[in-house]
T-cell receptor
């Protein structure tokens, strides 16, 4: 059974701290790993990773994938209160017959940044 | 750009009632998805449509039906609502099933309560 596990489930830090969120997976026909940020409503896309060892970066956020050890991390440096959200990790499986990528989501990490 | 639009935003149903959740995207995406989100369980795929004219079951399809009306629209129907279907429902779309452009874009969600 496909499985995506995120840790920690909840994290509270002070503004300015650096945080690392973890995502491990066991998925057949792995195609990609995606990170989303969910504040009040819809998840918004952050990164998609398909190759090991290549860091993706956007401002204070960065992420890297290890396909050998089957995990990814999301780093946020110099955190701000606006970073408070649920961070979701999802793994895409490639289905050869229909070509649709089904995303399997982890439970999410609830990150709270205190001023 | 509207992106992915879901209606309604909120709904309360009595057990046994039926309803249809509507979803439309204006990004010319091929694939569309319906997820439900429950506390502590991340997002779970109900049904998806790889392209116009095709639909397939996800992880939790029981109690639901879908229709891919055209390329833009993908509806989710609850024929006889049950309290276990109380959840937040998200519609999503992606350009295609693999490689770049696979990231899914989400609607704002429908909060459904079945009493």
């Amino acid at each position: 059974e496909d499985k995506v596990v995120q840790s920690p489930l909840s994290l509270v830090v002070h503004e300015g701290d650096t945080v690392t969120l973890n995502c491990s997976y066991e998925v057949t026909n792995f195609r990609s790993l995606l990170w989303y940020k969910q504040e009040k409503k819809a998840p918004t896309f952050l990164f998609m990773l398909t190759s090991s060892g290549i860091e993706k970066k956007s401002g204070r956020l960065s992420s890297i994938l290890d396909k050998k050890e089957l995990f990814s991390i999301l780093n946020i440096t110099a955190t701000q209160t606006g970073d408070s959200a649920i961070y979701l990790c999802a793994v895409g499986r490639f289905r050869i017959i229909q070509g649709a990528q089904k995303l399997v989501f982890g439970q999410g990490t609830r990150l709270t940044i205190n001023p | 750009n509207a992106g992915v639009t879901q209606t309604p935003k909120f709904q309360v149903l009595k057990t046994g009632q039926s309803m249809t959740l509507q979803c439309a995207q204006d990004m010319n995406h091929n694939s569309m998805y319906w997820y439900r989100q429950d506390p502590g369980m991340g997002l779970r795929l109900i049904y998806y449509s790889a392209s116009e004219g095709t639909t397939d079951k996800g992880e939790v399809p029981n109690g639901y039906n879908v229709s891919r009306l055209n390329k833009r629209e993908f509806s989710l129907r609850l024929e006889s609502a049950a309290p276990s279907q109380t959840s937040v429902y998200f519609c999503a779309s992606s350009l295609r099933g693999g490689g770049e452009g696979t990231e899914a874009f989400f609607g704002q969600g429908t909060r459904l309560t079945v009493v």
